[in-house]
């Protein structure tokens, strides 16, 4: 990972060539020298005129300072990029960054011919509940308690509270978030779940008096009221976690080849049946993998995982197929991608709010990637051609 060292110094040599391709003027950093004596082609690809329409032209009365100010505040901290066949020292960390600051000064005078739906900020769906009369009921609240039979909330504009009859005593729920959505449930113990996109979570109204137990398909991350008395079981189809009182997440999508499993405070056991395959203690994550079984136990990357509980997508040397699943998911698109470029490897932290056009636009400037749009919300990722 990038110490704060090497991120500083990645903004220093975005800044020094972005201001030179928008000023004319050449940088005299050493370190932006370095960068473009290492990427050339790249260097010679972004003064390109057919690369850079005349929108680029309007640099003369353009506040560089404030343009990159503004790119620092869309994006959270400055992405880098691994090229899966060379990763050099400088060459490869900043591309994104250069790619991220041209894209703005460009973009705002420019309209992108893309659909609609691409270039729309994200909007969450509704969110819905399996309660008392087995019919799904839409919730306007993303943030419900359960107390008693009912579960509590308030209205969207907070002028009224909103209740939902909850099935009795022992009995489950069944809570789905869809794609583009998040939601967050404090259940009757006090324990509080937040739930990722297209994710399920069934739950009883009332705990029975020696175990709790919920049901997850999907992502979740759960703070876990501490009762030593009555242990607090996730059931994940084959496997299970137990836990008395603790903070973890749970990643196990049914398309999915793994169930990850992340532990951020306390400790949890994670067993399949009966059998103890592995305690975890925090800061290690236990991934499993669902052909064979196999599984192991490594050293966590926390603010990667939990990226998503404060809406960024954060990837750290990700294969482009898995970048384009967590879009798919979140702006509930379907991405088809190509053989040719699905191990094309990046990292880097973005926002979730921002427009799925901006973020395709900062992975089509690396000069790798083009992408498709066709009708139904589906896009083809695929190798980009250049002439």
């Given at each position: 990972?990038?110490?704060?060292?090497?991120?500083?110094?990645?903004?220093?040599?975005?800044?020094?060539?972005?201001?030179?391709?928008?000023?004319?003027?050449?940088?005299?950093?050493?370190?932006?020298?370095?960068?473009?004596?290492?990427?050339?082609?790249?260097?010679?690809?972004?003064?390109?005129?057919?690369?850079?329409?005349?929108?680029?032209?309007?640099?003369?009365?353009?506040?560089?300072?404030?343009?990159?100010?503004?790119?620092?505040?869309?994006?959270?901290?400055?992405?880098?990029?691994?090229?899966?066949?060379?990763?050099?020292?400088?060459?490869?960390?900043?591309?994104?960054?250069?790619?991220?600051?041209?894209?703005?000064?460009?973009?705002?005078?420019?309209?992108?011919?893309?659909?609609?739906?691409?270039?729309?900020?994200?909007?969450?769906?509704?969110?819905?509940?399996?309660?008392?009369?087995?019919e799904p009921v839409?919730?306007?609240?993303?943030?419900?308690?359960?107390?008693?039979?009912?579960?509590?909330?308030?209205?969207?504009?907070?002028?009224?509270?909103?209740?939902?009859?909850?099935?009795?005593?022992?009995?489950?729920?069944?809570?789905?978030?869809?794609?583009?959505?998040?939601?967050?449930?404090?259940?009757?113990?006090?324990?509080?779940?937040?739930?990722?996109?297209?994710?399920?979570?069934?739950?009883?109204?009332?705990?029975?008096?020696?175990?709790?137990?919920?049901?997850?398909?999907?992502?979740?991350?759960?703070?876990?009221?501490?009762?030593?008395?009555?242990?607090?079981?996730?059931?994940?189809?084959?496997l299970n976690v137990?836990?008395?009182?603790?903070?973890?997440?749970?990643?196990?999508?049914?398309?999915?080849?793994?169930?990850?499993?992340?532990?951020?405070?306390?400790?949890?056991?994670?067993?399949?049946?009966?059998?103890?395959?592995?305690?975890?203690?925090?800061?290690?994550?236990?991934?499993?993998?669902?052909?064979?079984?196999?599984?192991?136990?490594?050293?966590?990357?926390?603010?990667?995982?939990?990226?998503?509980?404060?809406?960024?997508?954060?990837?750290?040397?990700?294969?482009?197929?898995?970048?384009?699943?967590?879009?798919?998911?979140?702006?509930?698109?379907?991405?088809?991608?190509?053989?040719?470029?699905?191990?094309?490897?990046?990292?880097?932290?973005?926002?979730?709010?921002?427009?799925?056009?901006?973020?395709?636009?900062?992975?089509?400037?690396?000069?790798?990637?083009?992408?498709?749009?066709?009708?139904?919300?589906?896009?083809?990722?695929i190798e980009k051609?250049?002439?």
């Amino acid at each position: 990972m990038m110490t704060d060292d090497k991120i500083k110094e990645s903004i220093q040599i975005a800044e020094e060539v972005a201001k030179e391709i928008c000023t004319g003027k050449t940088s005299t950093s050493p370190l932006a020298g370095e960068w473009k004596e290492e990427l050339p082609k790249l260097y010679e690809e972004l003064l390109k005129q057919e690369q850079l329409p005349d929108e680029i032209s309007f640099h003369d009365s353009i506040n560089v300072d404030e343009a990159l100010q503004q790119v620092n505040k869309r994006i959270v901290l400055p992405p880098r990029r691994f090229n899966i066949h060379v990763i050099s020292s400088i060459a490869a960390s900043f591309l994104l960054i250069i790619g991220t600051a041209t894209l703005w000064l460009w973009m705002e005078n420019r309209e992108e011919v893309v659909p609609e739906w691409v270039a729309s900020v994200p909007v969450a769906p509704k969110t819905s509940i399996i309660a008392q009369n087995d019919e799904p009921v839409e919730l306007a609240e993303n943030n419900l308690t359960v107390k008693g039979n009912q579960l509590y909330g308030s209205s969207l504009d907070g002028k009224k509270n909103i209740s939902i009859e909850l099935k009795p005593n022992n009995e489950f729920n069944k809570l789905s978030v869809p794609a583009g959505g998040t939601y967050q449930l404090t259940l009757e113990d006090g324990t509080v779940v937040r739930m990722n996109a297209a994710s399920e979570l069934v739950f009883p109204t009332h705990f029975k008096k020696h175990v709790r137990q919920v049901e997850l398909k999907g992502e979740g991350y759960f703070q876990v009221e501490p009762n030593p008395e009555r242990s607090f079981l996730v059931l994940l189809g084959t496997l299970n976690v137990q836990v008395t009182g603790t903070t973890f997440n749970i990643k196990a999508y049914e398309q999915e080849k793994n169930i990850c499993i992340t532990l951020l405070e306390g400790s949890v056991n994670v067993r399949e049946g009966q059998k103890v395959l592995a305690s975890l203690s925090p800061g290690e994550e236990f991934t499993y993998r669902k052909t064979d079984g196999e599984y192991n136990v490594t050293p966590a990357n926390i603010s990667v995982t939990t990226g998503w509980t404060e809406d960024k997508f954060i990837f750290n040397n990700e294969t482009i197929g898995t970048i384009m699943t967590e879009l798919s998911r979140w702006y509930n698109v379907e991405i088809c991608v190509s053989d040719d470029i699905r191990n094309l490897r990046y990292s880097g932290i973005l926002s979730r709010k921002q427009p799925l056009t901006e973020i395709l636009n900062i992975l089509h400037l690396t000069n790798e990637l083009d992408f498709k749009y066709y009708k139904d919300r589906k896009i083809d990722a695929i190798e980009k051609r250049i002439d």
